[in-house]
């Protein structure tokens, strides 16, 4: 980590740990869901940012996770925190093979069978009705307190507190996974996959691995959400959805972890705002992502660094 | 962070501060809590766009009238109406943050017309954390009032069940015997379906199969297959919206009616439009019709006419009946608090446009009459509407408290 980068990242954290005390509930609401959401966008980025591996189905990763997180939640009276990290680690379980598939093939390929996969988990989410509850999705997901009677999370504000802790955890985990020499061949797949193989790689192994490490870490974003919104249905394993994230990492900043997340933010805070103000909403988010797309290519974390950037060059040319 | 651009400290303090001043915004934008005596807020997440948009916008205009023509009546116990609508784009995620939204933002507590019966299943659940009444004007699903059950939901509209009785009790005099069912793949879909597939069996006639369409599917050739192939003299329909409508259209196509009597669980005349003379002969149960002859829905058409120079519209009618609900249980409990107007609501009975509605006490079911249609064209109409064929007593299409099927 930068020592520039370090004492940001502290104040957005010490800002974020302080929001409860300023902000009012619906703020609050929308905070957590956008934590979630930018947890889900970052997993997509060590994918797609660091290892240009594009994923067409990242919503299997957050439908499995809510539904395992609400089965359990429902059926087990499992306490929340052993829910929400069981469903993650069944989510990575589950990546391993959807990663070993997957990368038998690259390129546009390696994309159509994840979003194969993702919609195989919609099709079982809607048929298995025993289990997920069919198109009714599950319903009334408890926060279950515990272990030893430990209640504190099942509060909005405490949920609030374990969103961010499991946020930041990821922020740190990524961070790290990308600076070690992990990262340097997930970025050396990125920018010449052959030169790499080349150099003794062997880059599937290194595919399947970031594939289960994205997988479980959306998967930890889903299994946070359907306690969130006590709720788990179909429409979470959708392609729309798959799409709705990649959209969320380009637009803010691939290969950055840090820009998805202010990109997750971004998507959902417009989405919820257009549609407030016109039924045509999806008509002006289209063509917010096309400008996106045309002058900002760099994303929204592009944008800031650039601005400061420039700020810093026209003060180390002045007078 | 790939090393090339490492901003300075106090840049990045900067950031790290306008981003501090994003997240404080909302609460200085924030809006004041309403006093209690303020207007009354009915919530509406709609889905005013997607698959099911023409039903949102049904339902938008009907509670829309209502709001107006009360308001110019002093309110509702001199309050005036207050409707907070959103699109809801027919998702239960959206539905929920939109709900959660107008309770803790606009402190509203009372809710109606959430589209789909998927999106009221996600918000039935959080009722009581709310603090909130929730009454349905089309919700289909039997499982809101039976084993989904919250005692802060009411359903003031014929339920699916409702509406497949009223079919199933019709097919008895009918002189039709093996039937096959297409119904879209979600909550309604299925659980009207096997309604149906009961009803028959119990009638000693032979139901042959059962297929779901995904919402939002175009091509219905398959499934008209399927149907054709079945041998059925029937095919019962469980679908609304757009995908109702390529069905219909389809089906014509394919000359499917001349092989196979369509019937619906539903008759609802935005399709009847969509799909011109492709409707004629459809058979269906109705929530609601224009052409109901009673004292009071004729007396909504005119003024529907004289607001919209056109006929009510199915759900149009029944969020109208929800208000006329909503007004009657406010007055009677003398507010708007869950805790008062729960019980205000139970065991009501109002006069409305489709004769007598009581909200029974044991599962907040509206026992209504049902009403049979067929879609025909009689002289000096343009298109296709839905005529009244045959009406079944409340006491013999709702099923017993906390159930969604028929004993006898």
Same mark, same amino acid.
């Given at each position: 980590m930068s020592a520039a980068l370090r004492p940001l990242l502290i104040v957005v954290v010490l800002v974020l740990a302080l929001a409860p005390f300023g902000l009012p509930p619906f703020a609050m609401t929308l905070l957590t869901e956008a934590l979630i959401l930018g947890l889900f966008a970052m997993s997509l980025d060590l994918m797609f940012g660091y290892t240009r591996l594009v994923s067409f189905g990242h919503a299997a990763a957050y439908g499995l996770g809510a539904y395992a997180s609400g089965w359990l939640l429902l059926h087990t009276g499992m306490p929340l925190l052993f829910a929400v990290f069981g469903a993650a680690l069944l989510t990575g379980v589950v990546a391993i093979g959807i990663g070993w598939m997957c990368t038998l093939a690259t390129g546009v390929s390696f994309s159509m069978l994840t979003l194969a996969f993702a919609q195989l988990l919609y099709a079982i989410s809607f048929k298995w009705t025993s289990v997920t509850g069919g198109s009714d999705g599950l319903a009334g997901i408890p926060r279950t307190p515990g272990p030893?009677?430990?209640?504190?999370?099942?509060s909005k504000i405490g949920f609030y507190y374990l969103v961010l802790a499991c946020l930041v955890g990821a922020f740190l985990l990524c961070f790290a996974l990308v600076r070690s020499p992990f990262g340097a061949v997930l970025r050396g797949i990125r920018e010449n996959e052959a030169k790499t193989i080349a150099l003794g790689y062997n880059t599937r192994l290194y595919k399947i691995a970031v594939v289960a490490v994205a997988y479980a870490l959306g998967g930890l974003a889903g299994a946070l959400y359907a306690p969130f919104a006590g709720f788990a249905n179909t429409e979470l394993l959708f392609w729309l959805l798959s799409g709705q994230v990649l959209i969320m990492v380009i637009v803010g900043g691939s290969g950055t972890l840090v820009g998805p997340i202010l990109g997750a933010a971004f998507f959902m805070l417009m989405e919820h705002q257009l549609s407030s103000w016109t039924e045509a909403w999806a008509l002006y988010f289209g063509l917010i992502f096309i400008a996106f797309v045309l002058f900002?290519?760099?994303g929204i974390w592009g944008l800031a660094t650039g601005r400061l950037q420039m700020g810093r060059l026209r003060r180390a040319s002045g007078p | 962070m790939s090393g090339q651009f490492r901003p300075s400290r106090r840049a990045m303090l900067k950031v790290g501060l306008a981003g501090a001043a994003t997240v404080a915004a909302p609460a200085i934008l924030r809006l004041s809590a309403e006093a209690q005596a303020g207007p009354i807020k009915i919530g509406m997440p709609l889905a005013?766009?997607?698959?099911?948009g023409s039903v949102g916008q049904q339902q938008k205009r009907g509670a829309e009238l209502y709001a107006k023509l009360q308001n110019a009546k002093g309110g509702i116990l001199g309050r005036p109406i207050e409707l907070l609508i959103e699109d809801t784009a027919g998702n239960p995620a959206n539905c929920v943050r939109k709900a959660q939204e107008m309770v803790e933002r606009h402190n509203c507590r009372l809710f109606t017309g959430i589209t789909l019966s998927s999106e009221a299943l996600a918000i039935v659940p959080k009722l009581a954390e709310w603090d909130s009444i929730f009454i349905s004007s $089309?919700?289909?699903?039997?499982?809101?009032?039976?084993?989904?059950?919250?005692?802060?939901f009411f359903r003031a509209n014929i339920s699916g069940p409702m509406g497949t009785r009223a079919v199933s009790l019709y097919l008895r005099t009918a002189k039709l015997e093996k039937f096959y069912a297409l119904g879209l793949d979600y909550a309604w879909g299925h659980n009207s379906v096997q309604v149906f597939e009961n009803e028959v069996k119990k009638s000693k006639k032979e139901f042959l199969g059962k297929v779901f369409a995904p919402t939002g599917?175009? $091509?219905y050739s398959s499934y008209i297959a399927k149907i054709r192939q079945s041998g059925a003299d029937a095919v019962f329909l469980v679908m609304q919206g757009d995908d109702n409508n390529a069905f219909l259209s389809q089906s014509r196509q394919y000359r499917l009616p001349e092989k196979v009597k369509l019937l619906t669980e539903i008759v609802d005349l935005a399709s009847i439009r969509a799909v011109g003379d492709a409707s004629l002969g459809l058979i269906g149960s109705s929530?609601?019709?224009?052409?109901?002859?009673?004292p009071l829905n004729n007396e909504f058409v005119e003024l529907w006419k004289k607001e919209h120079n056109t006929v009510p519209d199915t759900f149009e009618g029944e969020q109208w009946q929800c208000m006329k609900v909503f007004e009657a249980g406010i007055t009677k409990a003398g507010g708007i608090e869950a805790g008062k107007l729960r019980p205000g609501l139970e065991d009501i009975e109002i006069e409305s446009v489709k004769g007598k509605v009581h909200i029974r006490k044991c599962d907040h079911q509206g026992v209504q009459q049902g009403f049979m249609v067929e879609v025909v064209k009689p002289a000096g109409f343009d298109t296709p509407i839905p005529q009244v064929i045959a009406t079944f007593p409340g006491a013999s299409t709702t099923p017993k408290c906390n159930t969604m099927t028929f004993e006898d």
């Open positions: 030893f009677g430990f209640a504190a999370l099942t900002a290519p760099q | 005013l766009t997607g698959a099911l $089309d919700n289909g699903d039997g499982r809101l009032t039976a084993e989904s059950f919250v005692p802060n599917t175009k $091509d929530r609601y019709s224009f052409t109901y002859d009673h």
